[in-house]
């Protein structure tokens, strides 16, 4: 069955360490993927999205996800956390030839250490 | 400019009643989004609409009825509230093929 995973629900990084969030997804054929943000008591914002093309996508904030079909992953990074990065992340997947709908992941939240 | 726009922020109410919930996008795109958001954070697609035609209607009691009069406007309707229809929605909209799409800011519905 087609299905989208976020390993870890809470991420607990240290100020200006490495961010990674992880994702996967399980299907016979690559869906579109995207990175959705979730700020406290707000609505959820794009971060990046790969379609087709080159597999390293990079978005805003300085986030970057890349793309691997050999693993059916696509984690996102960002080099040093802010402490403005702390929210909850989405891994999202649109399955090709369907309607539309997004399918989201569980979520993680990524909390910042000063 | 608001791109996707929800009206109210938050609604509060009583078992048993009907609300409705309005979005509106000034993004001309042509499909519009109703989704779901949980206790747990967890986000489910509830209805969607292409060109005021639904094409999407996830297994969501009949209680629910969208309406779009037009392609930049998706309303929710709720009838007969219930303590488990305490959420947020959100509406969406995007564009084909890739149908990225843009989420307003949310609605807290809480039903007591």
């Known amino acids: 069955a087609q299905s989208v995973t976020q390993l870890g629900s809470h991420v607990s990084v240290s100020e200006g360490a490495l961010v990674l969030l992880r994702c996967n997804y399980s299907s016979s054929v690559p869906p579109y993927l995207f990175w959705y943000v979730q700020y406290p008591n707000q609505g959820l914002q794009l971060l990046l999205k790969y379609t087709t093309g080159a597999t390293l996508v990079k978005g805003i904030n300085g986030f970057e996800a890349e793309f691997k079909k050999s693993e059916t992953s696509f984690h996102l990074t960002k080099p040093s956390a802010h402490m403005s990065d702390a929210a909850e992340y989405f891994c999202v997947v649109r399955w090709r030839g369907s309607q539309g709908n997004l399918i989201f992941g569980k979520g993680t939240k990524l909390s910042v250490k000063p | 400019d608001t791109a996707v726009s929800q009206t109210p922020k938050y609604l509060v109410t009583q078992m048993g009643n009907d609300k409705s919930i309005k979005c509106e996008q000034n993004l001309g795109h042509d499909t519009m989004y109703w989704y779901k958001q949980d206790s747990k954070k967890f986000l489910k697609i509830m209805f969607s609409y292409n060109n005021k035609e639904l094409i999407i209607n996830e297994t969501v009691p009949n209680r629910f009825s969208p309406k779009s009069p037009d392609k930049a406007h998706l309303n929710l309707h709720i009838n007969s509230l219930e303590l488990g229809d305490s959420a947020v929605y959100f509406c969406?909209?995007?564009?084909?093929?890739?149908?990225?799409?843009?989420f307003g800011p949310g609605t807290r519905l809480t039903v007591l």
């Open positions: 969406a909209s995007g564009q084909r093929p890739y149908n990225e799409q843009f």
